[in-house]
């Protein structure tokens, strides 16, 4: 599956301010990073276990905040974690000695391999750095950290974000729908009033019945067509 990616010159991405989706990107982000800290604190209790690592933050920016991004993708969302986290680790792992060369080759390896599968994911570098740098906490998971946290949160949150951009998409489906009804309504009565216009001979009350379809600003061309096509 993959999000429409955004064409500047659409609606959909337009540089104006959608009080709409900053308010759905501010709710999916909330909702995201609560669940996980929800979970975090439960797993915590029973097997303690980490659901919440920093590089989450700066996904949920993208994934909430800019949806039609590339970087955003559900394959860059999830396969980026997940990657990162298997280069982290094994850094970590074959460098537990010197953790400055570890953290470098962590990200460096990580930025390339998700380039490899186009999986590139900013916030991947992050995850990879936190598994090298993230303390004995980190460290005693070992390959579970690819799991968990970063295969279950990445997972949870691309869950958020897919049903957010679906409740989007649907209002501005109805939006859409409403707003053809009543052009189609308009349309119709402006017709019918040029009709009796023309019938009575009254130009000028038809010529300003017309003008006031084409002030409509979905409205691109209106005009009247005698039976002579004059």
Not at 38 to 64: C, D, K, T, Y
Not at 65 to 82: D, E, F, T
Not at 92 to 100: K, R
Not at 152 to 166: D, H, T
Request: charged share 10%.
């Amino acid at each position: 599956y993959e999000i429409p990616l955004c064409d500047w010159s659409s609606d959909v991405c337009s540089s104006d301010l959608d009080w709409n989706e900053i308010f759905w990107a501010w709710a999916g982000s909330c909702l995201s990073i609560t669940c996980l800290a929800m979970l975090e604190r439960l797993s915590a209790q029973e097997w303690n276990l980490p659901l919440l690592i920093g590089s989450f933050g700066a996904s949920a920016v993208l994934a909430f905040g800019a949806p039609h991004s590339p970087l955003a993708q559900p394959r860059n969302l999830v396969g980026g974690h997940v990657l990162s986290a298997l280069v982290g680790v094994t850094c970590q792992l074959l460098l537990s000695d010197d953790p400055v060369l570890a953290s470098g080759l962590a990200v460096s390896t990580a930025i390339a391999l998700m380039h490899a599968t186009q999986t590139l994911h900013p916030p991947g570098g992050a995850t990879a750095l936190i598994a090298v740098i993230g303390g004995p906490g980190i460290h005693k998971l070992g390959y579970w950290y690819v799991l968990l946290p970063c295969a279950a949160g990445a997972i949870c949150m691309l869950a958020l974000m897919l049903f957010s951009i679906a409740f989007l998409s649907l209002q501005y489906s109805l939006l859409k729908q409403q707003s053809r009804y009543a052009l189609n309504t308009l349309a119709e009565s402006v017709a019918y009033n040029c009709v009796s216009a023309l019938t009575f001979s009254d130009s000028n009350s038809a010529s300003l019945t017309l003008a006031s379809l084409q002030a409509a600003p979905e409205v691109t061309h209106a005009e009247i067509v005698l039976n002579d096509n004059t």
